[in-house]
């Protein structure tokens, strides 16, 4: 790859990563710039997620109600239907438990080009290729995120 393309193509992710935690604090999606980060730069390391918006999910609502105490379902949805979660998790496994839930998957970015994400914006959706953090070398692992309600 030429350098000068690499130096490009790794500025804007950097850029990008700036620019999130700047907003971290607006209720920006960090559920996304945690994994994304994590992927970059955790070594292949478990990450243990950390999040206030995920018990208040849409999705993750819905299927929780369908759901039986110990059962364990593969979710996936339309970007649409919670567009704060598929930045981070689309699709993900959920475990309903009684007094909270478990919420798991194994992150690998897609190296083909093929795979695309939206990004929500006031002018439009903006298409981006899910394998742009592949500008640096970034080790897969397993998300984690459980959830207990107080008693």
């Not at 080009?113 to 394998?131: A, E, S």
């Not at 640096?136 to 692992?141: A, I, L, T, V």
């Amino acid at each position: 790859m030429n350098k000068l393309f690499y130096f490009f193509l790794t500025s804007i992710l950097f850029c990008s990563i700036a620019t999130v935690f700047f907003f971290k604090q607006t209720g920006f999606p960090t559920e996304a710039m945690q994994i994304t980060v994590h992927y970059m730069f955790g070594n292949g390391k478990d990450l243990d997620l950390k999040s206030q918006y995920l018990p208040e999910s849409p999705v993750i609502k819905k299927h929780l109600k369908s759901m039986k105490i110990g059962e364990t379902k593969r979710i996936s949805f339309i970007q649409k239907e919670d567009w704060r979660l598929s930045y981070a998790l689309n699709p993900f496994h959920l475990k309903k438990n009684k007094n909270g839930f478990e919420l798991y998957q194994y992150i690998s970015f897609d190296h083909t080009g093929t795979v695309f994400t939206y990004i929500k914006t006031p002018f439009g959706n903006i298409k981006i290729k899910d394998n742009i953090v592949h500008v640096k070398k970034c080790s897969p692992f397993m998300v984690r995120y459980t959830f207990s309600k107080c008693s």
